[in-house]
């Protein structure tokens, strides 16, 4: 009777708590409500069919439920529906493309037809096929739940935390589930008939994979996040196969847009609050076709959490920032490097570039969040990194035909010899002290506007720009001397104008270099000299930027060949994105070190509840024989398993004497209700079962500590035969 009650609350916990996990990727609380109501209605209709009928009418049943509910939500959710037509149309491609549409749409998911429909029939389905296992295989029953777990894990991948209190209600719901289907009843005799024995034996094995494979599914789900944030890996993201690429349109070029922001510098762009002043990307430019620097154009649909980018940097300082745009054109995302998390727009996320973009646009008033990881690099390891091989970074070093030979020659003689970070290092220092910033220079970074800037005289106009030419410059030399580079458009940290608030202008948008460097990824070269006069912009204006410079000049000064650090110094502090405060390998131990004492407490009661059941349940006879499956249970747990072949009597003379009860007695009670020989009383009854209590506890304390206390914690008997 308890298990008629319990089971199906667990089934409904079980699939509800799994449809939860995938509901946390959609807008508003209107999908959680619906999957619950799917769990649970798939589970008392199938319920009560399967009660009145067979398995196929409740199947059927419980099929036509869910063409209704199906029906009933997309009537309602109509309005948002991309297809005209009836209602039966539009539940036909909601169904046929929901799987599609709902891995290419961006998050939080809208409700709609098409991106519901998938997830409410898995739902359906698995609260359905729990309930039709239930009956005649309950371990089974855990399966379909276990799936739509797995898979809701699987679809949410990085792009929400971990859902460690839905996953400790599904392991809590699937243990109240095991505990209320252990009958604890002999499955047969001692000495069954060898034809039964076999069907038995077969019939327990199964029963025993079914829950060894319960068991290892419901760890999987629930420890899996926990092992990945205690290693700091990200799930996987499944929508990365599905979300094609959206292509950034080129009308407007951000490199352009410095030169008249040079001359009126009091145009306000962004409001940032946050803890640290540091520098803002806006837009990469890696393509570069002799006239003009285009901007990277692969952008994905992105979640709230972003794609982990390769190589993460070492070290590195959280920084979280809340970006109010104000008279800022474009759709990309200003956000500080490396951007990990964002939230309050919808956003599109280069993996490559490490770039956002909003694909509605940019407007007045837009306020988001981003957490981004701030890079803390050590010029002692840069000094002696490589460059990157392979056909993704090939494209980082080429360069337009005809180059210029005026350029050749002088990017070969400010980079020098040395190793890719000298050469850029040389290549900064040469920019910055030969040329002079002129914030009324023209616009225009190709080959001709180049030339004349770095080999005309100051006399002529030459020999002076703003940041535009400075980085275009450092971009064309450093390819020529073979360095992938890129330009990159961003602002300083602003002005400060409050506790934690800055105003970002338009005098305090510029443009800088990058080179990527083997294990180090995009590393900035700022070639661009100060305004004669200003003052450092507020990221470079603290003791870490000046001891960077210092050790930037250090670097020039070593030797060409310098190995680069041991392994020691590769050693790092954590990173920290917004998904790895610093409270949470702890959250973690504590959920791990709970879930090891939950397991360890529902193992022990089920045996508890096993022992009772066999001991203190059923008839006299029944009662006889369970007493010997626990003598022979706890010999079994005590290293001292019987062999086959040998009889109740031949068992209970070699283990009985000294500080262990006779067993005698008891194994002629056995055998003689196990081949119907005789019968036995209840007063007989009670002596087996005192018996077996007492050459348990007995054999117990023969036993060493540790095993002494592990004894009722050891999870084996629940699958032994019984």
């Known amino acids: 009777m308890v298990a008629r009650i319990v089971s199906p609350l667990a089934l409904i916990a079980m699939t509800a708590s799994a449809a939860l996990i995938a509901a946390r990727l959609y807008l508003g609380w209107q999908m959680s409500l619906v999957l619950l109501a799917a769990a649970g209605g798939a589970v008392v209709l199938t319920g009560l069919l399967r009660a009145l009928g067979s398995p196929a009418t409740a199947l059927l049943g419980s099929l036509a439920g869910l063409g209704a509910g199906l029906a009933g939500v997309t009537a309602a959710l109509r ?124 019939a327990r094995r199964l029963g025993a994979g079914l829950a060894a494979v319960a068991v290892l599914g419901v760890l999987a789900v629930t420890l899996g996040p926990a092992a990945a944030a ?102 990309w995302l200003p956000a500080a490097e490396v951007p990990r998390e964002v939230g309050g727009v919808r956003a599109s996320f280069d993996a490559g570039s490490r770039m956002l973009a909003a694909p509605d646009g940019l407007r007045d008033g837009l306020t988001y969040t981003v957490a981004s990881e701030v890079p803390v690099r050590d010029p002692d390891y840069l000094v002696g990194a490589g460059l990157p091989v392979g056909p993704e970074h090939e494209r980082l070093d080429e360069l337009p035909e005809p180059l210029p030979d005026e350029l050749r020659k002088l990017a070969e003689k400010a980079a020098g010899e040395g190793t890719p970070y000298q050469k850029a290092l040389r290549l900064e220092k040469f920019l910055r002290t ?26 002529d106009g030459g020999g002076q720009g703003t940041s535009e030419q400075f980085a275009a410059a450092f971009a064309v030399l450093g390819r020529v001397v073979g360095l992938p580079t890129r330009v990159v458009v961003g602002f300083h940290a602003g002005e400060r104008v409050g506790d934690d608030r800055r105003l970002v202008r338009s005098g305090d948008a510029f443009a800088w270099a990058e080179v990527f460097l083997l294990g180090e990824g995009w590393v900035p070269f700022d070639p661009t000299p100060g305004k004669e006069g200003a003052q450092p912009p507020p990221e470079e204006n603290t003791p870490e930027a000046e001891a960077e410079s210092k050790q930037k000049d250090q670097q020039l000064q070593r030797p060409d060949t310098s190995p680069p650090p041991g392994e020691k110094d590769r050693q790092t502090a954590p990173r920290c994105p917004a998904t790895e405060r610093g409270s949470l390998a702890w959250l973690v131990t504590a959920g791990g070190a709970g879930g090891v004492l939950l397991l360890a407490g529902v193992v022990a009661g089920l045996r508890h509840r096993r022992s009772r059941s066999r001991l203190t349940r059923g008839s006299p006879a029944e009662r006889v024989v369970g007493a010997w499956a626990e003598v022979r249970e706890a010999l079994r747990l005590a290293g001292q398993r019987a062999p086959g072949s040998m009889t109740a009597e031949e068992l209970a003379v070699a283990h009985s004497g000294g500080p262990l009860p006779d067993l005698r007695r008891l194994a002629a009670q056995a055998n003689a209700v196990g081949f119907g020989f005789g019968s036995v009383g209840g007063s007989e009854a009670s002596v087996a079962v005192t018996t077996a209590r007492d050459y348990v506890k007995a054999l117990r304390r023969t036993r060493r500590l540790a095993r002494r206390v592990l004894w009722q914690l050891d999870p084996r008997p629940l699958f032994w035969p019984r």
């Not at 389905?125 to 309930?131: P, T």
């Not at 794609?307 to 800022?328: F, G, H, N, W």
């Open 79 to 202: 309005p948002r529906s991309t297809v005209d037509g009836p209602l039966a149309a539009v539940l036909l491609d909601a169904l046929a493309n929901s799987g599609a549409r709902l891995m290419t749409s961006t998050l939080p998911i809208e409700p709609a037809p098409d991106t519901v429909a998938l997830p409410i029939a898995l739902t359906w389905l698995a609260g359905a096929a729990g309930v039709l296992l239930l009956t005649r295989w309950p371990l089974a029953a855990l399966l379909p739940s276990i799936g739509l777990l797995g898979a809701a894990v699987v679809f949410v991948g990085p792009n929400a935390g971990p859902a460690y209190p839905l996953a400790g209600l599904f392991a809590v719901a699937a243990a109240g589930h095991l505990a209320a289907t252990r009958d604890g009843r002999a499955a047969a005799p001692v000495a069954p008939l060898p034809g039964q024995a076999r069907r038995v034996e077969a």
């Open 434 to 459: 030969k040329y002079a910033f002129y914030p009324g220079a023209p616009s225009g970074h190709g080959y001709a506007n180049l030339g004349f800037f770095l080999t005309s005289s100051k006399a």
């Open 230 to 331: 205690v290693h700091r890996t990200q799930p996987y993201d499944p929508r990365v196969l599905f979300v094609p690429p959206q292509k950034h349109p080129e009308a407007l070029n951000p490199l352009g847009m410095l030169s008249g922001w040079a001359t009126d510098t009091e145009q306000p762009l962004l409001e940032v609050r946050s803890p640290r002043p540091v520098r803002i990307s806006w837009a990469a430019l890696s393509r570069f076709d002799g006239i003009t620097w285009l901007p990277d154009d692969e952008f994905r649909a992105a979640g709230s959490v972003l794609t982990k980018v390769e190589p993460m940097p070492r070290r590195s300082v959280a920084v979280k920032q809340r970006i109010t745009v104000r008279d800022l054109p474009g759709g």
